[in-house]
């Protein structure tokens, strides 16, 4: 007698196969014809949700295990196949059904990774941009707040003044005041009067540094009545200038800012 359902070779007693675990068929009576059988496999394991037989665990306490291999012993015997502990009986090392061993093994499929669309891309290169650009903005904004305007204005002069460029450092100054200390002394004296330190003109330089500044609010208004400009800052900044023959020298300079650009009202 053969397997149904695996084609193994079975025993004409057996009522299961001890391989795949599938009923042996048995013809039904003559005098229950037509009515339905009752089939003890049923009545002791359930199905389960993919098609294969599973023991029913309500009712393995007593009974034989369709599931002992061939030889195996009964339960409570302590047989060789029963783990020394009686009604424990393993499963057949054939064609599993549940993949333990040679059967197929039925594994959860892995699940694909997720793929970003190029929109998302896109968006996502777009922030990491505008926050490397927002940064930098930031960046340059801190260090423009920690030097004051004025610093470019005094780095021009004391470059012009090293080149002994007087016309250079005439530029520097606010035109109306200038004008008015021409008018005043004359054209060859107007740089004499307006910036006293002429006399080190040429020079070489080597650098200097803002020793002090003075917010001189209460001479603005003075300041732009007398020269009818519209200056909205007017201060007062002490720099000791350093020059590569040893020359030392403490100056003064009083700036405005016109327009958002610094000038030169005197040097002193």
Known sequence: MFCVNCGKQLEESARFCPYCGTAVSTAPNAG???????????SDYQTGGTGAWEPDASKRSGGFDPWSVKGASQPGTGGANSGGVGGVNQKPCGDDPWGRSNGPVYAASAKAKKKRSPAKI???IIAIVLGVGIAGFALLVFIGARIPDYE????????????????????LFVPEVYESCVEYAGEENAMDILDSWTKYYGLAFNYYEVADE??????????NEAFGVSATDYRNVT?????????????????????DSWYLVRTW
Do not use: K
């Open 32 to 42: 229950d014809a037509g009515a339905p059988q009752q089939n003890e496999f049923h």
């Open 152 to 171: 470019l204005l005094l780095d021009d002069y004391f470059s012009y003044a090293e080149n002994d460029d007087v016309q250079g450092i005439q530029s």
């Open 214 to 223: 003075t917010d001189r609010t209460d001479q603005l208004d003075d300041f």
């Open 122 to 124: 896109v968006l996502i």
């Open 239 to 259: 720099v000791n200038a350093y020059y590569e023959n040893g020359v030392y020298n403490c100056l003064d300079f009083d700036l405005v800012e016109i327009d």
